[in-house]
């Protein structure tokens, strides 16, 4: 017997301090995370003093009439020190970064059904690449307003509270960034310097995991990230040629080791999850990942959230024709899964057998966008749901009627029951397990993934060509976001894009067509009339004839036109046309080769 457990009080005074060391121990780690992290403000600070005066240095070589090569060289310069503190700008104040180096497009205030003027570098750029001294005094007003945005960077990074958690939450989502926006020049789309600019990104990360890492990670995770990081930077520097640049292997062999690594980081340095509900799971190690994404980022409550029991039910009232008035037509008329749920028509077919104005949308993502129809009528797929069957020309069908039906049937009630833990089914539990059906059917298992994942002979030399170009030269990836390759931006995954392209009736009629797209719903907006929603592009092999009007019956007639320039090169008078007019002069093999990449996006 030793001395503890002959004296039971000493026992217990020994358990009381074992207890009181383990437990301060724990709240110390659990401080260390959630407390103010001061010298990572001080950095943002820093660099951000750094930014203002450059932008005022350029602004005096503006005023002295400098020559243009000159501006251009100060401008990127000035967007290399943005680069890294972006991180910081688009997490804490993504108001502020929106205004700083958002598109060249008018912000647009849905609910207000009004547009705000673009402002940011983005705005410079359009007007540095070339320079027209005539515009010398715009492009100081200009200067001027990212002066006061970097008053407010500045002004609100010396009174927030920075935690260790966001931190790492904010240098996840730059690296992510980085993956998609940044390696498709989605905010260089003139000067398409963002090879060049990466770096500086980089090194924004690796400077910051460097202050908030401790002893625990130092030598693990953090070491082998620095490693992965320079290493990157090195590819980057070798070939800044965005027409030549090797997309396809830098993403799998540089892009994605960072965002898996920054995750044994996390891991080694204990650090929580940011407790809010987001497109891209938390342990999601790449885009491409298994699962990566949770659906229900793009449900409209808790309440709505996905499980394979509603998906099942969903499945079969989507095959049922009892969501009809009559009893003729079930959601699987129209959206045949063999065509990726499309029906393979030009324009979508009335109960009467009549054409309706648009083409039928793939399902398959429908998912993952906020703004269902080619006009974004409706926010999410419960909406999308009720607005089908009870149009009279789709589906003609009561909703009260059919819940009625769906009440008295003792299969479906007893489903819904377990489900819902209700004793008569409701409208919204409706909608809900369509959705859920609909919110299932994106597999991400396409040949493009599976290379993404390292598997190297997922996709044939052709379609490895192909996606070079589809990020490259033709530009395709700053409009279909990669990985979702649909118009919802990501990292954060929070907005879907409409775009104006200025499309023809069809491709032999190159007549305007006047469809006002999202337009309609927002009349005294003009830069959303004729806008219709940015579609994914997976699976899009399956989903012919193309565009809201299914006027182009290839793949070859659409890249046709993208090639030339969109509706402004067939001589259309489309002022608020957001696709550039500049043609991309793709030869016919550089188009088969893109062609032969979208095939790769077919899921198996």
Same mark, same amino acid.
């Given at each position: 017997?030793?001395?503890?457990?002959?004296?039971?009080?000493?026992?217990?005074?020994?358990?009381?301090?074992?207890?009181?060391?383990?437990?301060?121990?724990?709240?110390?780690?659990?401080?260390?995370?959630?407390?103010?992290?001061?010298?990572?403000?001080?950095?943002?600070?820093?660099?951000?003093?750094?930014?203002?005066?450059?932008?005022?240095?350029?602004?005096?070589?503006?005023?002295?009439?400098?020559?243009?090569?000159?501006?251009?060289?100060?401008?990127?310069?000035?967007?290399?020190?943005?680069?890294?503190?972006?991180?910081?700008?688009?997490?804490?104040?993504?108001?502020?970064?929106?205004?700083?180096?958002?598109?060249?497009?008018?912000?647009?205030?849905?609910?207000?059904?009004?547009?705000?003027?673009?402002?940011?570098?983005?705005?410079?750029?359009?007007?540095?690449?070339?320079?027209?001294?005539?515009?010398?005094?715009?492009?100081?007003?200009?200067?001027?307003?990212?002066?006061?945005?970097?008053?407010?960077?500045?002004?609100?990074?010396?009174?927030?509270?920075?935690?260790?958690?966001?931190?790492?939450?904010?240098?996840?989502?730059?690296?992510?960034?980085?993956?998609?926006?940044?390696?498709?020049?989605?905010?260089?789309?003139?000067?398409?310097?963002?090879?060049?600019?990466?770096?500086?990104?980089?090194?924004?990360?690796?400077?910051?995991?460097?202050?908030?890492?401790?002893?625990?990670?130092?030598?693990?995770?953090?070491?082998?990230?620095?490693?992965?990081?320079?290493?990157?930077?090195?590819?980057?520097?070798?070939?800044?040629?965005?027409?030549?640049?090797?997309?396809?292997?830098?993403?799998?062999?540089?892009?994605?080791?960072?965002?898996?690594?920054?995750?044994?980081?996390?891991?080694?340095?204990? =650090? &929580?999850?940011?407790?809010? +509900?987001?497109? $891209?799971? *938390?342990?999601?190690?790449?885009?491409?990942?298994?699962? #990566?994404? !949770?659906?229900?980022?793009?449900?409209?409550?808790?309440?709505?959230?996905?499980?394979?029991?509603?998906?099942?039910?969903?499945?079969?009232?989507?095959?049922?024709?009892?969501?009809?008035?009559?009893?003729?037509?079930?959601?699987?008329?129209?959206? =045949? &899964?063999?065509?990726?749920? +499309?029906?393979? $028509?030009? *324009?979508?077919?009335?109960?009467?057998?009549?054409?309706? #104005?648009? !083409?039928?949308?793939?399902?398959?993502?429908?998912?993952?966008?906020?703004?269902?129809?080619?006009?974004?009528?409706?926010?999410?797929?419960?909406?999308?749901?009720?607005?089908?069957?009870?149009?009279?020309?789709?589906?003609?069908?009561?909703?009260?009627?059919?819940?009625?039906?769906?009440?008295?049937?003792?299969?479906?009630?007893?489903?819904?029951?377990?489900?819902?833990?209700?004793?008569?089914?409701?409208?919204?539990?409706?909608?809900?397990?369509?959705?859920?059906?609909?919110?299932?059917?994106?597999?991400?298992?396409?040949?493009?993934?599976?290379?993404?994942?390292?598997?190297?002979?997922?996709?044939?030399?052709?379609?490895?060509?192909?996606?070079?170009?589809?990020?490259?030269?033709?530009?395709?990836?700053?409009?279909?976001?990669?990985?979702?390759?649909?118009?919802?931006?990501?990292?954060?995954?929070?907005?879907?894009?409409?775009?104006?392209?200025?499309?023809?009736?069809?491709?032999?009629?190159?007549?305007?067509?006047?469809?006002?797209?999202?337009?309609?719903?927002?009349?005294?907006?003009?830069?959303?009339?004729?806008?219709?929603?940015?579609?994914?592009?997976?699976?899009?092999?399956?989903?012919?004839?193309?565009?809201?009007?299914?006027?182009?019956?290839?793949?070859?007639?659409?890249?046709?036109?993208?090639?030339?320039?969109?509706?402004?090169?067939?001589?259309?008078?489309?002022?608020?046309?957001?696709?550039?007019?500049?043609?991309?002069?793709?030869?016919?093999?550089?188009?088969?080769?893109?062609?032969?990449?979208?095939?790769?996006?077919?899921?198996?």
């Amino acid at each position: 017997m030793n001395k503890l457990s002959k004296y039971p009080i000493l026992l217990f005074l020994y358990c009381a301090a074992a207890f009181f060391t383990l437990y301060h121990c724990k709240n110390d780690k659990q401080q260390a995370v959630y407390e103010d992290l001061g010298s990572v403000k001080n950095r943002i600070i820093k660099n951000n003093a750094d930014f203002e005066k450059q932008i005022s240095e350029l602004k005096t070589f503006v005023t002295q009439n400098s020559d243009e090569k000159l501006l251009q060289e100060k401008f990127e310069n000035i967007r290399k020190t943005y680069k890294k503190m972006e991180w910081a700008v688009e997490y804490f104040l993504p108001h502020s970064a929106r205004f700083i180096n958002g598109p060249a497009l008018p912000e647009i205030e849905m609910d207000e059904h009004t547009a705000i003027e673009p402002e940011g570098m983005q705005v410079l750029e359009e007007m540095l690449y070339p320079y027209d001294k005539g515009n010398k005094e715009e492009v100081i007003r200009m200067l001027n307003k990212l002066i006061n945005k970097s008053n407010t960077i500045d002004t609100n990074f010396q009174v927030i509270t920075v935690s260790k958690d966001q931190v790492f939450d904010a240098l996840r989502q730059e690296a992510f960034r980085i993956s998609s926006l940044g390696i498709s020049g989605f905010d260089t789309p003139v000067s398409g310097t963002f090879l060049q600019e990466m770096p500086s990104s980089l090194e924004g990360i690796k400077e910051t995991l460097a202050q908030i890492s401790t002893e625990r990670s130092k030598d693990k995770a953090l070491k082998n990230i620095v490693a992965e990081i320079n290493s990157t930077i090195e590819v980057l520097k070798g070939n800044t040629d965005k027409n030549t640049f090797d997309y396809v292997n830098f993403i799998p062999d540089h892009l994605n080791k960072i965002t898996a690594l920054m995750l044994d980081f996390k891991n080694q340095e204990n =650090i &929580p999850d940011v407790e809010v +509900t987001t497109a $891209l799971n *938390k342990n999601a190690a790449t885009f491409f990942t298994k699962n #990566a994404f !949770n659906p229900d980022a793009f449900a409209p409550g808790k309440e709505y959230a996905y499980s394979e029991e509603k998906a099942a039910l969903g499945h079969q009232l989507f095959n049922d024709k009892v969501l009809s008035n009559n009893n003729n037509r079930s959601c699987a008329t129209c959206h =045949i &899964p063999e065509r990726a749920f +499309t029906d393979g $028509l030009t *324009k979508a077919m009335s109960l009467e057998n009549s054409e309706l #104005a648009r !083409n039928t949308p793939s399902l398959n993502y429908a998912a993952y966008q906020h703004g269902q129809f080619w006009g974004m009528r409706k926010d999410d797929l419960e909406g999308q749901s009720s607005d089908v069957i009870s149009n009279k020309e789709e589906m003609h069908g009561d909703l009260n009627v059919i819940l009625a039906k769906i009440n008295e049937d003792k299969t479906y009630q007893a489903a819904f029951k377990k489900i819902y833990q209700s004793q008569k089914t409701e409208v919204w539990q409706l909608q809900n397990v369509l959705a859920s059906y609909i919110r299932s059917l994106a597999k991400f298992n396409s040949g493009f993934d599976e290379y993404m994942r390292g598997n190297k002979s997922a996709m044939t030399e052709s379609q490895k060509r192909g996606f070079n170009l589809f990020v490259g030269k033709a530009q395709c990836a700053i409009c279909h976001f990669i990985p979702l390759f649909n118009g919802t931006v990501p990292p954060n995954f929070r907005k879907t894009e409409q775009e104006v392209l200025g499309t023809a009736i069809n491709a032999e009629n190159k007549t305007f067509d006047p469809d006002p797209g999202r337009g309609k719903f927002h009349a005294t907006v003009a830069s959303l009339q004729h806008s219709f929603k940015t579609p994914t592009l997976r699976n899009i092999h399956k989903t012919a004839p193309y565009m809201h009007n299914g006027g182009y019956r290839t793949l070859q007639e659409v890249m046709n036109f993208y090639n030339k320039g969109g509706g402004k090169a067939f001589g259309f008078k489309v002022e608020n046309q957001t696709l550039s007019d500049v043609p991309l002069q793709l030869t016919d093999k550089e188009t088969e080769d893109i062609i032969e990449f979208m095939k790769a996006l077919n899921d198996k």
